[in-house]
């Protein structure tokens, strides 16, 4: 199982931004997915999940409205579109799997470090 | 929201002792309810999932309890690669939360 983010970069605030995340060493289409954050110096965040089908999405309430998470299965890639940046949004991202029994998240990738400063 | 409040926030532990950590729960989450070590640098690592089952190539030291909505993990005997910081994380009711972690330290 490999994950690999991408897209992580120094924006400024109200700004947008996309992440992705490149799957490989498992079928895609069978995991739900996660986005999962860290702020400097703080614990870790849950941000947003999507379904295997990629029908249902989910996003914590600190990010709703703003944050979209999506999927292309054809491609093993999950992404994460950002808008309207805020400084509290600065944090490593981290993309997950989400474990096919019970949710917790069983694979994870090295992270990609999103800063939201002027 | 399900809050998730873990004690004590460091703990300070010589090699070869035993550290107990605790998770609680501010509502029920049954036993949907994952540990994980998080070393700097380093992607997090699922220990135990289902509040005592291990993961895939966790060592036995590792253990995971659950008495209703407070939970613990043990690491029996502390070896110098876990030192680390810990989570717990519920999965059992949107939005999944994690607690605010434990840091385990050299005595």
């Known amino acids: 199982v490999q994950l690999l983010e991408s897209g992580g970069a120094l924006v400024q605030p109200g700004g947008s931004l996309r992440l992705s995340c490149a799957a490989s060493?498992?079928?895609?289409?069978?995991?739900?997915m996660s986005w999962v954050r860290q702020a400097p110096g703080k614990g870790l965040e849950w941000v947003s999940t999507?379904?295997?089908?990629?029908?249902?999405?989910y996003h914590a309430d600190s990010v709703k409205g703003r944050f979209t998470i999506s999927r292309d299965n054809s491609q093993n890639s999950l992404s994460l579109q950002m808008k309207s940046l805020r400084a509290e949004d600065t944090a490593l991202y981290y993309c997950?799997?989400?474990?096919?029994?019970?949710?917790?998240?069983?694979?994870w990738g090295l992270g990609t470090l999103v800063t939201v400063s002027s | 929201e399900t809050v998730m409040t873990q004690s004590p926030a460091t703990l300070s532990v010589s090699p070869g002792e035993r550290a107990t950590l605790s998770c609680g729960a501010s509502?029920?989450?049954?036993?949907?309810l994952a540990w994980y070590q998080k070393k700097p640098g380093q992607a997090p690592r699922l220990l135990i999932y289902?509040?005592?089952t291990r993961a895939t190539g966790v060592p036995v030291r590792f253990s995971g309890s659950r008495s209703g909505t407070e939970f613990t993990l043990t690491i029996s005997s502390l070896q110098s690669e876990d030192f680390a910081v810990y989570y717990c994380?519920?999965?059992?009711?949107?939005?999944?939360?994690f607690g605010q972690g434990t840091k385990v330290e050299i005595k």
């Open positions: 997950a799997r989400v474990a096919l029994i019970l949710g917790q998240f069983d694979n």
């Open positions: 060493g498992f079928t895609f289409s069978d995991y739900a």
């Open positions: 999507i379904s295997a089908s990629g029908g249902n999405t």
């Open positions: 509502q029920s989450v049954v036993s949907n």
């Open positions: 289902g509040a005592s």
């Open positions: 994380q519920q999965y059992n009711r949107w939005p999944w939360t």
